[in-house]
């Protein structure tokens, strides 16, 4: 396996350096963020010429470092290390295992001399937690599993096989050093019940966790598909579960989503520049654990695909939305009738707007008339998109709809804009 080396999270980092505010690096357990900080980050400190007495790094879960979990035991173990005449650098990993760490943290980010960065586990250390914490003075780096680009760049093998791969078992880095598909699924068996499920129940002490599980389950078998609180509910009622409520439905997906486990796309209708509340589309941030949850079993392609396109734009710093096209069509009859067409993905950055379309394959021209029926329908000027599963040639149709394929949509950096 060769070394990732994620240049996005590493210069996301670089421009933090020494910007007086606590960079708190965020995102689902075993995605790679103490390794982009503790080796990658490091590394470039020290070829940037900073000592390495300069850099002091503190893993709190290591049991060497168990004296340190009292807050004035770390401050004053920092403070020996440090003078007031150079510049430090304090790198501290699973900062929620030291009680009252906030306080340690707004203490050492007055010092002019110090920069802090922290990593801390999904279930005391959440990103909504980084916006109270700090008082403000929190910076959030989140990181994402492998995108597909930077697990092919670890992969040994072909490319067809790199895909299946990646949509099968997912992207966090660990899947790359396992060699059989049987260890692949163990782990994340294992990572979703041990790890996951457990920091949300210890976070918020939940006797029962068959229904977070079953809650899981319901939004990874509708992936791509829009659903709500209510829906998932009769599912439960359904499968023989009395006393479910939407209520408790939307807590279990608010504990799925602050864990990274999850993230929601709220539909928007573009003509009318409005969300509406619901329904809403779910993905799974890796699709690895999105099938582990299934136990491997619906293994819909075009599904994960959709997933994977979402996840990749989310990387790429995009809010992403469900759209919503008010098309209104007249009958033989003259019966007017309002249609509402969907719209994959809305991705907004700053200034830039792009509409795309996840779809597996278009084999004839009824087909590819339906894909583009919402985008054509779509009167503004901003670039609309096609994404297949075929590796195909980009092509730019007489409607100004761009089509490319999933290869060349996730392995060049560029694509939206091509």
Request: charged residues 30%; aromatic residues 12%; neutral net charge.
């Amino acid at each position: 396996m060769n070394e990732i080396l994620r240049p996005m999270y590493l210069q996301k980092l670089i421009m933090r350096r020494n910007n007086s505010m606590i960079k708190v690096i965020t995102g689902i357990r075993r995605c790679g963020k103490s390794y982009l900080l503790f080796e990658l980050f490091y590394k470039y400190l020290i070829a940037e010429g900073v000592n390495q007495a300069e850099i002091i790094r503190i893993p709190l879960d290591d049991e060497k470092f168990d004296d340190l979990l009292d807050r004035k035991a770390l401050r004053q173990y920092i403070d020996e290390r440090t003078a007031e005449d150079r510049q430090y650098y304090i790198f501290l990993d699973e900062i929620q295992l030291v009680k009252d760490f906030e306080k340690l943290l707004n203490g050492l980010n007055r010092r002019q001399n110090i920069d802090v960065y922290v990593t801390g586990s999904n279930s005391k250390f959440l990103s909504t937690d980084v916006l109270t914490e700090f008082r403000g003075r929190g910076d959030e780096v989140r990181v994402y599993p492998l995108s597909f680009s930077e697990f092919i760049t670890g992969y040994s093998g072909e490319e067809a096989e790199a895909w299946a791969d990646y949509y099968t078992f997912g992207g966090l880095p660990v899947i790359l050093s396992l060699k059989s598909d049987e260890q692949k699924i163990e782990y994340l068996k294992n990572l979703f019940h041990n790890v996951y499920q457990k920091d949300i129940v210890e976070r918020y002490h939940l006797a029962d966790t068959e229904k977070l599980e079953r809650t899981a389950m319901v939004v990874a078998s509708s992936t791509g598909s829009l659903t709500n609180p209510l829906k998932i509910s009769r599912t439960f009622l359904s499968s023989g579960y009395s006393g479910v409520t939407d209520k408790t439905v939307s807590m279990y997906l608010k504990y799925l989503q602050e864990a990274f486990l999850i993230e929601k796309s709220e539909r928007y209708n573009i003509k009318g520049r409005k969300y509406i509340s619901t329904p809403s589309k779910y993905y799974f941030t890796d699709v690895g654990l999105r099938n582990a949850y299934l136990n491997f079993r619906q293994q819909e392609e075009n599904h994960i695909m959709e997933n994977i396109i979402y996840n990749e734009l989310r990387i790429r710093g995009y809010h992403v939305d469900v759209g919503v096209v008010e098309h209104e069509s007249r009958d033989e009859a003259g019966k007017r009738t309002l249609n509402h067409l969907e719209v994959d993905f809305v991705c907004n950055k700053g200034s830039k707007r792009y509409y795309l379309q996840s779809a597996f394959s278009i084999p004839d021209e009824k087909k590819r008339i339906q894909e583009k029926n919402s985008l054509i329908h779509v009167k503004d000027m901003f670039k609309k998109i096609i994404v297949v599963r075929d590796n195909i040639k980009l092509w730019r149709d007489e409607d100004g709809i761009v089509t490319m394929g999933i290869m060349e949509f996730l392995l060049n950096s560029e694509s939206l804009d091509l």
